[in-house]
């Protein structure tokens, strides 16, 4: 099959004749030599799988000769034993090969399953930072566009009696600082009369700790008064009516943001 006769880097099966013709019915001569059968288990160019089918393959035809053909002479039974034997071996070599292989395979595989694992909790860990810092960073903006804007506080002025005097107060509503907070209060009698006697301030700070006094006034039985209250980029329109019924002042209050949605209307 492989190698010259005597070579041991291989077996050969001869059928021949003395005469040298071939014959049906050949006498066997088969020459095993172990050298031959660790090469093939060796080489590093054989694949595991080919070498296993082709020992099969060879003892199979081993067999059907065995059993066409059984040998008469004990050196025949001997060689034949002997091929068998060494092919047995060279098949459990191969099937250990195989095993150790396919354990090496198994261990790659395990240990590329546990880096991937390893790096996909790193990247979970990272995704948690990133978020943990995308939420800082939204709530340092909104801080920063609250402190530039107000946020959602809202100033709202009311008229409150204290003694014998009337006085506008001012409470802001929420948490954040009105910055840069004026205001502009009107008469509606002034407005139709064309007086300028508007209640103004220079631009101040105002925050939602205390309430905040801002001017005394002295109505009639009846005011209507308008209001334009504005902070650091945003504004607001108020109107507050003060009106006497039978002893007792009635207030009335309506606050609009900037859009024009009321966020105050409430009477007393």
């Known amino acids: ?26 006498y066997a001569r088969l020459r095993v030599f172990p050298a031959g059968c660790l090469s093939l288990c ?28 059984a040998p008469q002479k004990t050196n025949h039974k001997w060689a034949y034993g002997i091929a068998f034997f060494l092919l047995a071996v060279v098949g459990m070599v191969f099937v250990q090969k195989q095993s150790n292989e396919a354990a090496v395979a198994n261990a790659l595989v395990e240990r590329s399953f546990r880096e991937l694992t390893s790096k996909t909790e790193e ?33 709202e002025i009311k008229a409150v009696e204290i003694g014998d005097k009337w006085s506008f ?44 006094i801002l001017e005394t006034f002295s109505p009639s039985s009846s005011e209507e008064y308008r209001m334009i209250l504005s902070a650091k980029n945003n504004h607001w329109t108020e109107t507050l009516t003060l009106k006497q019924d039978r002893g007792h002042w009635i207030q009335h209050r309506t606050v609009l943001d900037k859009s024009g949605r009321i966020i105050v209307n409430v009477s007393k």
């Open 169 to 212: 107060v001012l409470a802001v509503h929420g948490a954040t600082t009105l910055e840069g907070f004026k205001y502009n209060i009107s008469r509606d009698a002034d407005v139709r009369a064309g007086k300028d006697d508007a209640l103004e301030n220079d631009p101040e700070n105002m925050s939602a700790d205390d309430p905040h």
């Open 42 to 69: 060796y080489h590093p160019h054989m694949r595991v799988d080919v070498v296993l089918g082709v020992i099969t393959l060879i003892l199979a035809v081993l067999g059907g000769i065995v059993s066409v053909h």
């Open 123 to 155: 990247v979970v860990r990272m995704q948690k930072t990133n978020e943990i810092q995308s939420e800082a960073i939204l709530a340092l903006t909104q801080r920063s566009l609250d402190s530039s804007s107000g946020g959602k506080s809202y100033p």
């Open 1 to 26: 099959m492989t190698g010259s006769p005597g070579s041991p880097e291989g077996w050969e099966l001869v059928w021949f004749e003395p005469s040298g013709y071939w014959n049906p019915k050949p």
